[in-house]
């Protein structure tokens, strides 16, 4: 925490202004740390701030209760100003237990407040924690502002009259801790307040019971002495308009509605529940008054099947999974490829390889989607960078699949997914158009050829089944062009591969140019794609004010590539790409550019920390410096 001003007058004396604040919330799954951190969130949205959220899921469903393997954490950044990242590390970290203390005490600043809640340090507490010795009293906690608060014991007396039972007041002991945090960081209780009667809007007794636990809260950090000032992070500067905080899911959701609706077509989902992509499931699912139509099939090949069966028959087929669906898929994509149909994949990656850790984040699908499939079977690839960024990435995929005929999919990941930030919302008259436009009724004795091709983008035309006139062949063997009958001619089977290829290879002409993070030539460029950009950005723009010669820029495109990016590199003495895998966009960039681009891999199943970042872009630019003295 950055204090920019000593204190306030009046009735405030003693607020701190500060410019941001990074604050973790750790406990176990049924400490209710994903709740706490997104009313804090919610609060804090409408109190103008910037944000950035990174809710830390257990990989391991039902882990026992007080283990390492158990900890939930939900962490948020706000701050007065643009920021492009959830923070490093925390300022504040609120331990529920022993086991959330050992697995974040680490991460938390040196001089950072650590909330503890001391209920939770028995013997075997501390045993499931893998603690020999209690960290309060062994100079673990050294260095670090610590305020233990027994939450339980004080949560039961704040509702000591409250007809819940002692466990379900345990329960509320979230709220108690959130109360001290509002006060802290002089928070407004009355969206908690609010958002608690509509969750619990049957259960009028919970509703009372939270609210009260915080209120009980907030007085408790305003009446003792542990507290000797409250800090207060003012509004950001932000372009004019109304926003939502938003959640990665939920804007790939709101965008391909908005692409469908924009197209006046039907969407159709058919999905199979996966982390962490259910959510795109539970969110078209409430949009049946726009003509949303979702199926939960029995497996992940019946999903994308009627995906593929909804687009054929004239609607706009989607199916959302991870990438062990995408594993299951692949053969029904490569029977898009070959039908030539809009389809719209939504893989929302995830730590592998196989079951991995589902809650965990990653970038490793890459190569996956791209040569998963057998045969020559080329498919657009996009991906989202940031929660607000999936909305015209969802939209974008909609204008792809429909202009082009063939499958689109979409790259999120787990950190997109259930991270938020402030979304501006667009004005829905100045979306781009996406015009489609169906075959029409066949001419009495003219033939119609299904796979007649438009000059400018190759694709054929999108006959609805049942029109007049229409009749034509489709499946997954070979077509020959123009006719569409069954073909194993051998020159036709070449003609169609390079045209399939062709057809997606035009789609970079659509593509604007590349936008840079500062000049288009100097000494080091980074380049980035999916999540990694906020780490980027903010790693960028420390050295930049350092005096450093370094750009960076953001691939939405991953196939094609830009037209400019060949050049964009060549620009620059050293090429430099963080990627959550192996380092799979770097390999496809050296090969088809012979650009020795320097790859920066992390497959830990967390996001960038932007300082990471930094220290190997200082090796970068003294490389480049060495270079440039020869």
């Given at each position: 925490m950055?204090?920019?001003?000593?204190?306030t007058a009046?009735?405030?004396k003693?607020?701190?202004?500060?410019?941001?604040?990074?604050?973790?919330?750790?406990?176990d799954?049924g400490d209710?740390?994903?709740l706490?951190?997104?009313?804090?969130?919610r609060?804090?949205?409408?109190?103008?701030n910037?944000?950035?959220?990174f809710?830390d899921?257990?990989?391991e469903?039902?882990?026992p209760?007080?283990t390492l393997?158990?900890?939930?954490?939900?962490?948020?950044?706000f701050?007065?100003?643009?920021?492009?990242?959830?923070?490093d590390?925390?300022?504040v970290?609120?331990?529920m237990?022993?086991?959330a203390l050992?697995?974040?005490?680490?991460?938390?600043?040196k001089?950072?407040?650590l909330?503890?809640n001391t209920?939770?340090f028995?013997?075997?507490?501390?045993k499931?924690?893998?603690?020999d010795?209690?960290?309060?009293?062994d100079?673990?906690l050294?260095?670090w502002?610590v305020?233990?608060?027994?939450l339980?014991a004080r949560?039961?007396?704040?509702?000591v009259?409250s007809?819940l039972?002692?466990?379900g007041?345990?329960?509320?002991?979230?709220?108690?801790?959130?109360?001290?945090?509002?006060?802290?960081?002089?928070r407004?209780m009355?969206p908690?307040?609010k958002?608690?009667?509509?969750k619990?809007?049957k259960k009028?007794e919970l509703?009372?019971?939270?609210?009260?636990?915080?209120?009980a809260g907030?007085?408790?950090?305003?009446?003792?002495?542990?507290f000797?000032t409250?800090?207060?992070v003012?509004?950001a500067?932000?372009k004019?308009g109304?926003?939502r905080?938003?959640?990665?899911?939920?804007?790939?959701?709101?965008?391909?509605?908005?692409?469908?609706?924009?197209?006046g077509?039907?969407?159709?989902?058919g999905?199979?529940?996966i982390t962490?992509?259910?959510d795109?499931?539970?969110q078209?699912?409430g949009?049946?008054h726009l003509?949303?139509?979702?199926f939960?099939?029995?497996?992940?090949?019946?999903?994308?099947?009627a995906?593929?069966g909804?687009?054929y028959?004239g609607?706009?087929?989607?199916?959302?999974t991870?990438?062990?669906g995408?594993?299951?898929?692949?053969?029904a994509?490569?029977?898009?490829v070959?039908?030539?149909?809009p389809l719209?994949?939504l893989n929302?990656?995830?730590a592998?390889?196989?079951?991995?850790?589902?809650?965990?984040?990653?970038q490793a699908d890459l190569?996956?989607?791209?040569?998963?499939?057998?045969?020559?079977?080329?498919v657009?690839v996009?991906a989202?960078s940031t929660p607000?960024?999936a909305?015209?990435?969802?939209?974008?995929?909609?204008?792809?699949a429909?202009k082009?005929m063939?499958?689109v999919?979409?790259?999120s990941?787990g950190?997109?997914?259930?991270?938020?930030?402030?979304w501006l919302?667009?004005?829905?008259?100045?979306l781009?158009?996406?015009?489609?436009?169906?075959?029409?009724?066949g001419?009495?004795g003219?033939?119609?050829?299904p796979?007649a091709?438009?000059?400018?983008t190759?694709?054929?035309?999108?006959?609805k089944p049942?029109?007049?006139g229409?009749v034509h062949?489709?499946?997954?063997?070979?077509?020959q062009?123009?006719?569409?009958?069954i073909?194993y001619?051998?020159?036709?089977h070449?003609?169609?591969?390079?045209t399939?290829?062709?057809?997606v290879?035009?789609i970079a002409n659509d593509?604007?140019?590349l936008?840079?993070?500062?000049?288009?030539?100097g000494?080091?460029?980074?380049?980035g794609?999916g999540?990694p950009?906020?780490?980027?950005?903010a790693?960028?723009?420390r050295?930049q004010q350092?005096?450093?010669q370094i750009s960076?820029?953001?691939?939405?495109?991953?196939?094609?590539?830009?037209?400019?990016?060949?050049a964009l590199?060549?620009?620059?003495?050293?090429?430099v790409?963080?990627?959550?895998?192996?380092g799979?966009?770097a390999?496809?960039?050296r090969?088809k550019?012979?650009?020795d681009?320097?790859s920066?891999?992390q497959?830990?199943?967390q996001?960038?920390?932007s300082?990471?970042?930094e220290?190997?872009?200082?090796k970068?630019?003294a490389a480049a410096?060495?270079e440039?003295a020869?």
């Amino acid at each position: 925490m950055q204090t920019t001003s000593s204190q306030t007058a009046g009735h405030d004396k003693g607020l701190q202004d500060i410019d941001q604040v990074v604050i973790r919330f750790a406990g176990d799954s049924g400490d209710g740390m994903q709740l706490t951190g997104d009313q804090f969130t919610r609060t804090t949205a409408l109190m103008g701030n910037d944000i950035a959220t990174f809710p830390d899921f257990p990989a391991e469903i039902r882990a026992p209760a007080g283990t390492l393997p158990g900890v939930s954490a939900f962490q948020l950044r706000f701050s007065s100003f643009d920021i492009h990242t959830p923070g490093d590390a925390p300022d504040v970290l609120v331990a529920m237990n022993p086991a959330a203390l050992k697995v974040h005490l680490k991460e938390l600043k040196k001089d950072g407040v650590l909330l503890l809640n001391t209920a939770s340090f028995s013997a075997l507490d501390l045993k499931k924690a893998k603690y020999d010795k209690d960290p309060r009293t062994d100079g673990t906690l050294s260095g670090w502002r610590v305020i233990e608060v027994d939450l339980e014991a004080r949560t039961q007396e704040a509702l000591v009259n409250s007809p819940l039972d002692n466990r379900g007041k345990d329960r509320c002991k979230n709220m108690f801790a959130l109360g001290i945090l509002y006060w802290m960081f002089h928070r407004d209780m009355e969206p908690t307040i609010k958002a608690m009667g509509l969750k619990f809007a049957k259960k009028p007794e919970l509703v009372e019971a939270n609210v009260q636990a915080m209120k009980a809260g907030h007085a408790y950090a305003e009446t003792t002495e542990v507290f000797q000032t409250a800090y207060r992070v003012p509004p950001a500067a932000m372009k004019p308009g109304t926003y939502r905080n938003i959640m990665g899911n939920q804007a790939l959701s709101l965008g391909v509605v908005a692409g469908a609706q924009k197209a006046g077509l039907q969407l159709f989902l058919g999905s199979y529940p996966i982390t962490p992509a259910s959510d795109i499931l539970h969110q078209l699912s409430g949009y049946k008054h726009l003509g949303v139509i979702t199926f939960q099939a029995e497996d992940e090949i019946a999903a994308v099947a009627a995906a593929i069966g909804a687009s054929y028959s004239g609607c706009l087929g989607i199916t959302s999974t991870s990438g062990p669906g995408i594993a299951l898929k692949s053969e029904a994509i490569g029977l898009a490829v070959m039908a030539e149909l809009p389809l719209i994949v939504l893989n929302v990656q995830r730590a592998g390889p196989s079951t991995g850790m589902p809650t965990k984040t990653q970038q490793a699908d890459l190569l996956q989607v791209m040569y998963g499939r057998n045969g020559e079977s080329p498919v657009c690839v996009i991906a989202a960078s940031t929660p607000a960024d999936a909305f015209e990435v969802g939209y974008e995929a909609v204008r792809i699949a429909t202009k082009y005929m063939l499958p689109v999919v979409v790259l999120s990941d787990g950190y997109i997914a259930n991270g938020s930030e402030p979304w501006l919302l667009p004005d829905p008259d100045k979306l781009p158009p996406i015009p489609v436009a169906f075959a029409p009724e066949g001419k009495p004795g003219e033939k119609f050829l299904p796979y007649a091709r438009n000059p400018e983008t190759l694709a054929r035309p999108w006959a609805k089944p049942g029109t007049k006139g229409l009749v034509h062949r489709i499946g997954g063997l070979e077509k020959q062009d123009g006719s569409g009958n069954i073909c194993y001619d051998a020159d036709n089977h070449q003609h169609m591969i390079d045209t399939r290829a062709q057809k997606v290879a035009n789609i970079a002409n659509d593509l604007p140019p590349l936008a840079t993070f500062g000049p288009r030539t100097g000494d080091v460029l980074v380049l980035g794609w999916g999540s990694p950009r906020g780490a980027i950005t903010a790693a960028t723009q420390r050295l930049q004010q350092q005096g450093h010669q370094i750009s960076c820029a953001f691939l939405r495109h991953l196939n094609p590539l830009p037209n400019d990016l060949g050049a964009l590199m060549k620009g620059f003495k050293k090429v430099v790409l963080p990627e959550l895998n192996k380092g799979q966009l770097a390999m496809m960039l050296r090969a088809k550019y012979l650009v020795d681009v320097q790859s920066f891999s992390q497959v830990n199943g967390q996001p960038f920390k932007s300082h990471d970042l930094e220290s190997f872009l200082q090796k970068m630019l003294a490389a480049a410096a060495k270079e440039g003295a020869r």
